[in-house]
């Protein structure tokens, strides 16, 4: 079976058109679309330009995630990750950077910056009850399972 097909529409000049880098790649690198070098003030978030649109298909979303290397070398990461492209999104794909490093950061145009990750998503309904089924769980929330 064939996978969906994502439309890509380049938006600017000096975008680059994302690729898997390996064969086990998970996500595909996306890139500062720059004419040239761009501070990330210390302390504060940026909207990376990727030059980039997609058309995601119906089911689908584009999780945007930080890459690892990028951002612990640099200590810059995304506020909101992992961010989500809906399929009926079509504006630029924008990367929110945060610097955490002690620092201003200067980033050089083309810089692999984040990735994107294509899931399969599903609308599910809601039903308002007054009660929830018992599990063993139960309430147990953050760190209730163990170490």
């Known amino acids: 079976m064939k996978p969906p097909i994502v439309s890509l529409q380049i ?3 000096g975008a680059v058109v994302p690729e898997y880098k390996t064969s086990g790649s998970a996500g595909m690198d996306l890139s500062a679309c720059l004419t040239e070098n761009l501070i990330l003030p210390k302390g504060e978030v ?11 298909p119906d089911g689908y979303e584009g999780q945007i995630r930080p890459r690892s290397g990028f951002s612990t070398k640099n200590r810059i990461l995304m506020p909101n990750s992992p ?3 809906d399929s009926d999104y079509r504006g630029e794909i924008l990367i929110p950077l945060l610097n955490l490093s002690g620092a201003d950061f200067v980033l050089e145009p083309e810089t692999r910056v984040a990735q994107i990750v294509f899931q399969a998503v599903g609308q599910l309904s809601l039903q308002v009850v ?3 089924s018992v599990t063993e769980r139960g309430t147990g929330g953050f760190g209730s399972t163990g170490k």
């Open 130 to 132: 007054t009660e929830l």
């Open 11 to 13: 938006l600017k000049p």
């Open 83 to 85: 961010g989500t492209i």
């Open 46 to 56: 940026v909207f990376v330009p990727t030059g980039l649109a997609m058309a995601i």
